[in-house]
């Protein structure tokens, strides 16, 4: 068990530019969330998958933001058309519906993201 | 809808004094309570967890009762060390099934040497 890993750790991008990052769960988890962290504030979630599926989106994913989960395993987040608003920390998060604690999630050390 | 109140930091502490961090609820249903902590440039770490009424998670000298009356999940260590320094948050789980967490804005503890 090696843990949730995200990469990168650090992305600084121009305004405007796209930006793509990765979430790999611990194997096995059948379930993955992501959260965005803005400084200061607690992380407020976006969007989870059971398995491939796409379950829920909150209002915070703007259409500029889309995430996959292609073979149930890594996600990787997107965000096209950066704009300084979208600095934060972006969470990801993982855990395994089918043991006795379904609602405990383990999570990755984030991605700091910097819109110049 | 579901949220989480946690009082407000940061809270600096001597070492070996007593800590406290409020935490209150509003929820539908019966939700799993958590405590996470973050320390600099880390991901959350969970520390620890409640399921229902009365229950008492505790974990490494903290502990923290889930209080269906009081709607609260108030965390406490009885002697903290400079290494407790972090942020703190609390969450709960959402009933709906999806488990995904609501997390209040996080208390920085500063433990002074």
């Known amino acids: 068990d090696t843990g949730v890993s995200q990469d990168p750790r650090h992305k600084i991008t121009k305004r405007g530019q796209n930006v793509t990052f990765r ?20 992380p407020e979630f976006l969007t989870y998958f059971q398995n491939e599926a796409q379950l829920e989106k909150s209002r915070l994913l703007s259409d500029r933001f889309s995430a996959e989960r292609p073979k149930g395993s890594f996600s990787t987040l997107e965000i096209q058309r950066t704009e300084q608003g979208d600095s934060a920390m972006y969470l990801c998060a993982s855990s395994w519906t089918g043991g006795p604690t379904p609602d405990t999630q383990y999570f990755g050390p984030g991605t700091r993201l910097t819109v110049l | 809808g579901d949220s989480v109140t946690q009082m407000e930091g940061p809270v600096t502490l001597s070492e070996e004094a007593f800590l406290t961090i409020n935490c209150t609820y509003t929820a539908t249903g019966y939700p799993s309570l958590f405590w996470y902590v973050q320390y600099p440039g880390e991901g959350l770490q969970l520390l620890l967890k409640a399921t229902k009424a009365d229950d008492k ?11 269906k009356e009081t709607t609260s ?8 060390q400079v290494s407790d320094s972090a942020v703190y948050f609390c969450a709960l789980s959402d009933t709906s099934g ?7 804005t996080g208390t920085r503890l500063k433990v002074l040497a």
Do not use: M
């Open chain 1, 23 to 42: 979430c790999d769960p611990i194997s096995e988890h059948n379930r993955l969330y992501w959260y965005r962290q803005t400084l200061g504030q607690g």
């Open chain 2, 57 to 67: 998670g505790s974990n490494k000298g903290f502990e923290a009762t889930y209080r």
């Open chain 2, 73 to 80: 999940f108030h965390l406490e260590k009885g002697s903290v």
């Open chain 2, 98 to 104: 999806t488990y995904k967490y609501i997390f209040g």
